[in-house]
């Protein structure tokens, strides 16, 4: 018994260390192979392998059907920022719930410590209890361009249909821009079609596909929301033309 509680321990704890490795930024990507097709056609846009050691356990977009219900407008729900520890422990049910293995508080904490201004939770006045969360980081990249991260979100499941995580998204996003922020990237798995409806209402569009993204083996989308014009926008939508020959996996 002892031996097996051992390797469990190594097991999560390797899970862990990689996932702060990813979180923050120290492992290179390496390992990227362009499809033929993309070659042929001269795209930017690329298929990656990501190493092992750099990936989610599980993809971290937990939502479901987002769009309000014909005439459902919770006013009994609001967003409102993280304030202290005490809340952690909310954020971590909410998101592992529907996890087979849960993240270790130790990679909540690297996000909500660092920004805790994106940070946010949909409360439920008349349950007295935190109903989602969205968890961000913002950074600055090799350009040296202010990027943000859509790291986590989630919805408790009573409260799915009532458009949460697209308020929960938004105001993360207005909390970026109001820092300078010049694009929004995040990764989904490519499987989860109401994550994707989410974020492409939002105005977020495909980057690449990641190859075997997810422990589990699964594919991920990395989409992305541009701010400033100083990017190549022409070269970037160029991108998202070519990935539409992945529309046929989609259905």
């Known amino acids: 018994m002892a031996i097996g509680s051992q390797k469990q321990t190594t097991s999560n704890l390797d899970v ?4 702060l490795r990813r979180c923050l930024g120290m492992v290179v990507t390496s390992n990227r192979s362009v499809s033929p097709q993309s070659k042929e056609e ?3 846009c690329m298929e990656e392998a990501v190493p092992e050691r750099s990936k989610w356990p599980h993809c971290q977009h937990l939502i479901s059907h987002d769009e309000p219900r014909a005439g459902e407008q919770p006013e009994n729900i609001r967003i409102v920022q993280y304030k202290d520890e005490n809340q952690i422990g909310d954020i971590m049910r909410l998101i592992t719930k529907d996890l087979s293995e849960p993240y270790s508080i130790y990679t909540y904490r690297y996000f909500i410590h660092n920004w805790p201004e994106l940070c946010l939770l949909a409360y439920d006045t008349n349950r007295c209890s935190y109903v989602g969360a969205v968890v961000c980081k ?3 990249n090799s350009e040296d361009r202010r990027k943000g991260y859509v790291a986590m979100l989630a919805v408790d499941e009573s409260c799915r249909r009532l458009g949460l995580g697209t308020k929960l998204v938004r105001r993360a996003i207005q909390n970026m821009q109001a820092q300078g922020c010049d694009e929004v990237v995040l990764e989904t798995e490519v499987s989860n079609k109401n994550a994707q409806r989410l974020y492409s209402n939002l105005g ?5 596909r990641l190859i075997r993204y997810y422990l589990n083996g699964g594919d991920a989308f990395r989409l992305k ?3 400033s014009t100083a990017y190549p926008i022409d070269v970037y939508y160029q991108r998202e033309l070519a990935m539409r020959r992945y529309s046929d996996d989609d259905q």
């Not at 862990?16 to 996932?19: D, E, R, V």
């Not at 977020?204 to 690449?208: A, L, S």
Request: proline share 0%; charged share 30%.
């Open 16 to 19: 862990t260390i990689g996932t």
């Open 42 to 44: 001269g795209s930017s």
């Open 138 to 140: 913002l950074e600055r």
């Open 204 to 208: 977020f569009i495909r980057e690449k």
């Open 225 to 227: 929301l541009i701010f």
